[in-house]
Structures are given as structure tokens and as C-alpha cells.
């Protein structure tokens, strides 16, 4: 399919409000003729939505961005008293886990702007508006927890080589409130619409900062009773295979929606096999592409060849509701294939060399 045939964006996603010079929210091919109907279908050839309006993306509220703006707060503040604490106790333990606070505060602030930008209204150059933000932000945060991992590790190693002491009972003291305060984050984060990205990859932050905080404490009692300071880069270290795996979790997920990679519940030829199956009329479902605009937010395109007689209306409408209910696709468009199209231009390069298999 053409681009001008096939194009990927309602222009008013997430905003309630179309696109600034088209009315309806779409740019359409003026070679071939729309028609609107009631939740905006298109032609018998090529129907874009069916009964549904723009709200694709997990619901952005002001609830939302007061939450995740209080645990930005708390979370900012209690990590500079946490680097404090540890500068003065000596701990490298109170440090990993001040950065990994971090990581929080930077997290929990980008998916503070993810809410901002995400509300902003789609645009003639921007057609899915901000609501990828999110997700751009998720894969920073993911590449600056890689190299806090790389600081605090070199930081262990020379201490383990070269022990330094270190203040017990301050350390137990910052370490006893680093707790308080993740737990109370954490409590806040959950009543925060955790099906967006940034608002998992910082719970996932806190939770492992609330080990990161258990950590410093045994590392302070130990050190309190025994003055063995080797177990703090030992835990601080530990501290780093918590956030690793944050780290991994996140960039692979992140890196995946912005490969436009198809969503991990959904599998194409189940989805294909189903659509021939369900809906009648369908002979055959070829063409598919299924990705994410931002999480929680599929996206398909799809062509579909149908048996003589059969209306193409009634099959584009039939083959998006069963994406729709089946699938969890809200924003699909399908174009029934009439026998004279062009080749797709995702098939100019052979699959073996990155050209995509149908």
C-alpha cells in the first residue's frame, strides 16, 4: 500500500480535537473518495475508525500528575539528604542507593512530562501529538542507569581494595528513613494510572530502593557491632544487581515500542488466522503491521482481500470490531484490496535484508 493510502495517525489522538487544517482530524488521498458516518468511518475500501473516539493512551488526569509529582518531590528531596548522609558516614551503600533515587527522581520527572506533553494537542507535523514522550523518556532513563551501575561499581571495587571507614550509626539513621519514604512513594505511585511506562519503571525504581534501603541497614548494623566496612561495597554492589535489572527491564521495553516492535500480547499470524476465521466475507489478511504509539496504546494496519458479493463496509466495520474486542486495538486501518494495488513499500527491500514478511 501507498503511504497516502495507508496513513498511520488520527490527528487528534489523545486530544479530543483534530488537527489544525482538517476538520476531521485526517488527511485522506484526494484520489480516492471518503465518506463519514457516524464515529468517522471512511469509504467501503478503506475504514479507518469504527464507533470509537481518539482516547487511545491510558487516561492522563490532573490526579495523575499531582501524584506523580508528590513522589517527585519526596523522592528529590530525601535523595539530596541521602547523598549528604552518605558523604558524611562514609557509606558507598547510602550513595549507590541515593542514586538510584536518583534514577527515581528522573524518572518520576519524565513521566511528569509525559502527562504534560502528552495532553498537547496533535498538529499537522505531529499527528500522534507528544504521547511518545513517555516513552523516549523510559529509554534515557534506562541508559543513565546503565552508567550509575558502571560509577558505583568502580566505587566498590576501590573500597574493597582499600577499605574506608565508616559512621554506623548515621548511616543507620539516613538508612532507616530512606525506608520510610520509599515505602511512602511507593504507596503514592499506586494511585497513579500504572499503565503507563514511566509510572512502572519507577515503581520498579522504589521497589528496588526499598531493598537498596534493607541493604544499608544490615550494612550498618553489621559495621555498628562487628567494624567489618568491607560489607558495605559487598550490599552496595548488591544495591547494583537490583537496579541492573530495572535497567534491562526498561530499555527492553522502551526500545521495543520505539522499534515499533508489535506489542508482546499480540501475535500477528493468530491475529490473521482469527480474522478469516471470525469474519465473513474475509478470504484472505495480508499486509499486517501492529505496533505501539506509547503503551497502552496499539495500533494496526492491515489489508484485507474478500469474497465476491461481499460488502466491503459491512467487512471493514466486522474486522474492526473483532481488533477492537479480540485484540485491544482501538485505532486500526484496514483497505480492502481490489486487485490493482501498488506493492507495499515495505517490500522494496528483500526480507533477508530488512524488508518486512507478509
Not at 493510502?5 to 487528534?12: I, S
Request: proline share 4%.
Amino acid at each position: 500500500m501507498s503511504g497516502g493510502e495507508r496513513e498511520k495517525g488520527g490527528g487528534n489522538v489523545g486530544s479530543g480535537r483534530p488537527a489544525s487544517g482538517d476538520p476531521a482530524g485526517h488527511a485522506h488521498d484526494p484520489g480516492r473518495p471518503h465518506e463519514h458516518v457516524p464515529g468517522h468511518s471512511h469509504n467501503d475500501g478503506h475504514d479507518h475508525h469504527v464507533g470509537h473516539d481518539h482516547s487511545h493512551a491510558p487516561t492522563v488526569t490532573a490526579s495523575n500528575e499531582r501524584t506523580v509529582l508528590l513522589a517527585l518531590v519526596l523522592t528529590a528531596s530525601f535523595m539530596v539528604a541521602e547523598v549528604i548522609g552518605g558523604l558524611l558516614s562514609g557509606s558507598l551503600a547510602l550513595i549507590a542507593d541515593a542514586g538510584h533515587m536518583l534514577t527515581d527522581a528522573v524518572a518520576l520527572a519524565l513521566a511528569w512530562a509525559g502527562f504534560y506533553f502528552g495532553k498537547r494537542a496533535a498538529s499537522a507535523t505531529k499527528t500522534f501529538g507528544y504521547l511518545r514522550l513517555e516513552v523516549l523518556a523510559g529509554f534515557v532513563n534506562a541508559v543513565t542507569l546503565f552508567a550509575l551501575v558502571a560509577w558505583i561499581a568502580w566505587e566498590a571495587l576501590g573500597r574493597l581494595l582499600a577499605p574506608t571507614p565508616v559512621l554506623a550509626g548515621p548511616m543507620l539513621v539516613v538508612a532507616v528513613i530512606g525506608l520510610a519514604v520509599n515505602i511512602a512513594v511507593f504507596l503514592i505511585l499506586r494511585r497513579a494510572d500504572t499503565e503507563h511506562v514511566n509510572i512502572q519503571g519507577a515503581m520498579l525504581h522504589v521497589l528496588g530502593d526499598l531493598l537498596g534501603s534493607v541493604a544499608a541497614i544490615v550494612a550498618a548494623v553489621a559495621i555498628y557491632f562487628t567494624g567489618w566496612t568491607p560489607i558495605d561495597p559487598i550490599l552496595s554492589v548488591l544495591i547494583l544487581l537490583l537496579i541492573l535489572r530495572s535497567a534491562w527491564m526498561l530499555l527492553k521495553n522502551s526500545l521495543h515500542i520505539l522499534l515499533e516492535g508489535a506489542p508482546l500480547n499480540i501475535d500477528i499470524d493468530a491475529m490473521r488466522r482469527h480474522l478469516v476465521e471470525k469474519v465473513d466475507g474475509v478470504t484472505n489478511v495480508d499486509h499486517v503491521h501492529v505496533w505501539s504509539i506509547t503503551s497502552g496504546m496499539p495500533s494496526a494496519t492491515l489489508e484485507a482481500s474478500i469474497a465476491p458479493g461481499a460488502v466491503a463496509r459491512t467487512v471493514t466495520r466486522a474486522i474492526k470490531q473483532e481488533l477492537a474486542t479480540q485484540f485491544g486495538i482501538g485505532h486500526s486501518t484496514v483497505e480492502i484490496v481490489w486487485g490493482d494495488e501498488e506493492p507495499c513499500a515495505l517490500d522494496s527491500k528483500p526480507i533477508g535484508t530488512g524488508g518486512h514478511q507478509h
